[in-house]
Structures are given as C-alpha cells and as structure tokens.
C-alpha cells in the first residue's frame, strides 16, 4: 500500500473531508488529492502532524512514506530488485 492510498482510506473512514487534513496541515487541497492519488509525494516533515491527525502511529505513516520514496527513486525493476537485495543484506549485518 501507498502512503496515498493509506491516507485516504484512513480519511474516509474517519468520514474527514480533503479540505480538513490541508487545514491541519497547512497544505493545499489539490496538494493533498495529489498525494492520495499518488501523483505527489507527502513532504515527510509533515507525517508527524499528520499521524496526530488520523490518530496513527507515526512509524507507520514513515514506513509507508520511506517505501515510496524508495519505489520514485527506482525506475529500472530488474536492477531496482538486485539493489534492493543488496541493501536488505547489508541492513541485516548491522546491529540495531
């Protein structure tokens, strides 16, 4: 799931309108459409307030927000999955 779609399921549910998640944050209501319908990328200094908001755990608006931030930067999906898997090997080696 995006982190687009994740904040319009979450706004739905809440029966929150577009208008009332750029009020809160300070955002344009086309900026926010832009970011549910995965046209545009949710500044991350912004997940914090916006976690608040929808009464969500921070970590996973970050996760979300990290994952597609990670899925604009890959645009070729054969080395875009062997960098990956580089990645994933060296994150497994250090310690937490």
């Known amino acids: 799931m995006t ?12 029966g929150l ?3 009332e998640i750029g ?6 209501n086309a900026f926010i459409s832009k970011v549910e319908n995965e046209e545009k990328l ?13 009464e969500v755990p921070l970590n ?18 054969e080395n875009g999955i062997k960098a990956l898997k580089i ?3 060296d994150l497994k080696r250090k310690p937490l």
Do not use: Q
């Not at 779609?5 to 739905?12: A, D, G, Q, S, T």
């Not at 949710?42 to 929808?54: D, N, S, T, V």
């Not at 996973?60 to 999906?77: F, M, Y």
């Open 3 to 14: 982190l687009g779609k994740y904040i319009k399921e979450l706004r739905e549910e809440k």
């Open 60 to 77: 996973e608006l970050l996760v979300l927000w990290l994952s597609d931030k990670i899925r604009g930067i890959i645009d070729d999906k």
């Open 42 to 54: 949710l500044p991350k200094k912004h997940l914090e307030r916006l976690a608040e908001f929808l």
């Open 23 to 28: 009020a809160y944050l300070e955002l344009d």
């Open 17 to 19: 309108f577009i208008r």
């Open 87 to 89: 990645v994933l090997k």
